[in-house]
């Protein structure tokens, strides 16, 4: 009982420290953000790692989300003979939600996971000790260039996201289920705001800092040899993917209140 | 190889993500609240409900703005609308329902004549539409009654009295057509002779209706009257239908001659439409020259803009008093003002004034007869015209119009400015230029507190001190629609 209690305290003060450790990271990322030397090169590989590597498997799902939306959102306006309005509720929900939700957890699937396996890998074969030792940052050497990849890839990607999307979209339901072309187009340029893009847009900058950060974080802080590996690559995908789907919330509650 | 490869990957992915954003928001950007042309007015309405932020403004069903945002005026709901055609001040609203979902829209009628609105203008005209909630109301109070009117049928069906009576009407239907059998059995022949003279006839007659369908209604008229002759004929009597059929021939063959004249001045009228058609005799070169229509349509032009001035000109009549305080008498006007166009007007104006056109006269006769005064000197002041007449031309600028013309019998200028949606006017007349010392000035105000009733008041002849004398005053303006409703529940005066 004892045992369990203690085990309880333990772990409690585990998770509030963990949260302390990421905190000071990002803190400690950020700084070294705005302080020379700037690796270009660095930021540059990490950027196509986050966001090249992505692009085909975020376009591909993109494509097939705006697709399958039409598909379920005529089906459903069918009812009221309202299929003229598939393609905005579409592109409001692509543009306002699904985009950055949806590009945030692929990239997390595919980019954050590499980054904790790859840091991880790094950690326990002590490399990044070796950095230290060469007096080379690891932060500022291994870190920043992926959390700015990660604000600057994963907004681009989820403009790309919503694009493909309505396409798919279009495509669904202009070509398969004959939706007047003109009432498609009109009343998707009708509804939709620059604003809702702009919500989109910024979403995707904080999932991308999110995804990024959490990946950094997992693969760090890992111990324990490749299990030890195996283990901060999972828990940086469902925490990237858990963190985004809460930040989501409050900031759709922000912006949209 | 590699170093090279990377940045431009990347800087592809990202230019591509940049494009498509930017594509986006220009493709979304397209509606009207963006619209630099676009401006805003607003209206109110006893109730939005359906209405949104964003919900489409139309005329004539094209959209030409949005709902820009809707607030609580009162107890009423003030509606801004973001517009991007110009409307004049009577332009109309309309709430409209689009689909039976609940999505509502705004119907604009951009009105004809008034000023143009500006922004942040009202739309004062709202129209009501029945909403389908109404209709569903309307339809129940038309199914009571549809309830009601049945349910007193069945009462009167359903009682024995009137089930006696409808068996009764029965009966004298079934008598009736019984009869008819019999007449019908008993004068086949008679009746089959009868009916082929008719097809005779209508043979004939058919002939011409290919032709003059309209002639032929009349004939039709006239068969008709001929049968209705002989229903009465087989009613009254079966026994004189003979007789009665003797005299149906008769109208027959009268019948016949008719139309064979017929015929024949249809004939003559075709050949005198052939001559018009190919330009023979007067009224063919009168129909068939171009020139002559052309010049036709001229005349007309000119005489409907003709009459479309004279409607335009408005007559506005006026009677005012004023009262002058330090001579205690009242001057009094009445005027006529002819306005062609909005900005543009004449007026004559009748003017009884207590103050009339002063004279000074001295005359000075000298004498040498001992018994009288050597020197006479006679002085008199001469007041005369105590009734004037104004006849001034006045154009306008926009709050300000100007006058000239002869003011008072003088000639004169005047100015007025107009304020407060021109119930406030102040003006100023300069005129009698040789009169005294000084040009007698006037300036007043002039307020309209109701619709044609306005009070005045003012300064007289301000330049030359001894005259100078202050005024209030009161009158009446009526325009042509006025007179008109005047004159007609009045009744005109007989000349």
Redesign the interface.
Known sequence: MKRRITELGQKTIDAVEAVGQATMLLIETLVWTVRPPYRFRLLFQAMEFVGVGSLFIVMLTGLFTGAVFALQGAGAFKLFNAESLVGSTVAISLARELSPVLTGLMVTGRAGSGIATELGTMKVTEQIDALYTMAVNPVQYLIVPRFLAGLIMVPVLSALFTLIGMAGAYFVGVVLLNIDKGIFLGKTRWFVDPEDLMSGIIKAFVFGGILTMVGCYKGYYASGGARGVGLATTQAVVYGSVLILVADYFLTALMFK | MK?IL??F??G???L???A??I???G?????IGDDPSGYRVYCVFDDVSGLVE?S?VVIAGI?IGQIDKIELDGERARVWVKVNTPLKSDATVAKKQA?L?GEYYLALTPGYKGTPLKDGDEIKRILTDVAPADLVNELKVIAENVREITGSVRAVISSKDGEQKLAQILDNINGSVAEVNRMMGANGPKVDRIVDNVTEVSEQASGITSDFRRDAKAVMADVKAVTNEIRGIVGKNSGNVEEGFASVKGAVSRLQSAMDKLDGTLDRTQSIATKIDNGQGTIGRLVNDDKLINGLTDVVDESSRFIKKITRLQTIVALRSEYYLGETAVKNYFSLKLQPKPDKYYMLQLIDDPRGRSMYRETVTNTTDSTKNPVIREQQTITEDRFRFSLEYAKRFYFVTGRIGIIENTGGLGLDVHLLDDDLELSADIFSFDDNVNPRIKMWGLYTFFTHLYVAAGIDDVWNADQTDFFIGAGLSFDDEDLKALLTTTGAPSL
């Open positions: 170093e990377t940045p990957k990347v592809l992915v990202v591509i993500g940049v498509a954003f594509y986006m928001v493709q979304v950007r397209e509606g964003k489409r959209n689909s979902l």
